[in-house]
């Protein structure tokens, strides 16, 4: 019997060790760094740019939650490892705010350039996700109250920011969506700490002032 329990205890590692790359994420995300994370509605497999929730207008294709719901969204390792093995190549979707970061997003185009501007200001920045269509950019949990009071006193905000908090979610990497395959712009560094990221007042005044003096308002997309 011990010999038994020996090599079926093999050959689950040895499983674990050719685990996908999207699981393997996933379980990084959930319980290395304590993010709650659910399968996301995958893209149709016979044209991309559709989606396989019932929605034939789905502006986002792949990239959202859709069953089970995003109150779902959990740490727990055997949920997201019963999720993943069950739907291998579904999306990774994060349900922001909590105990989990939340984001501020804008056009691809528009990012890089702010991104640039960030740097020569000196701003520290935190992981970055990428899509080909929009950039988010983490930032530390924050509450609707906070954000209206910060995006109050502006006497301009793009009209193609939009923000990541509680109650939203993003798609993280390496999941393929109908926009296409998401990376990251800024990876997170090495380790099992969940990683640093900055305060949303920082992010926003600086995009902000870098879409402003560069002259980068793109539309919402």
């Known amino acids: 019997m ?7 205890r093999r050959l689950l590692s040895r499983r674990d060790d050719r685990m996908p790359e999207l ?8 319980t290395q760094w304590q993010w709650p994370v659910l ?5 149709d497999p016979q044209a991309r740019s559709r989606c396989s929730c019932p929605d034939p207008d789905c502006t986002v294709p792949g990239a959202h939650p859709f069953d089970p719901g995003l109150l779902a969204a959990t740490s727990d390792e055997r949920m997201v490892r019963w999720w993943w093995t069950n739907r291998p190549t579904a999306p990774i979707v994060l349900a922001t705010g909590g105990t989990a970061p939340c984001a501020v997003s804008l056009p691809a185009p528009a990012a890089a350039r702010a991104l640039d501007a960030l740097d020569r200001a000196g701003l520290r920045l935190g992981p970055v996700v990428a899509s080909p269509a929009r950039w988010a950019i983490l930032v530390r949990p924050y509450s609707m109250e906070q954000l209206g009071e910060l995006l109050y006193a502006k006497d301009f905000v793009p009209g193609s920011l939009r923000f990541h908090g509680e109650g939203g979610y993003i798609t993280l990497p390496p999941s393929v969506t109908g926009q ?11 380790g099992s700490a969940s990683p640093w990221v900055p ?5 926003v005044d600086a995009v902000v002032d870098a879409l402003t003096r560069t002259g980068v308002s793109a539309p919402e997309l």
Do not use: K, M, N, S
């Open 23 to 30: 699981i393997g994420a996933a379980l990084t995300f959930a």
């Open 199 to 203: 305060d949303v007042e920082a992010v």
């Open 2 to 8: 011990r010999e038994i329990l020996g090599r079926r």
């Open 39 to 43: 399968p996301g509605a995958a893209a």
């Open 180 to 190: 296409g395959a998401l990376r990251w712009e800024r990876a997170p560094l090495p």
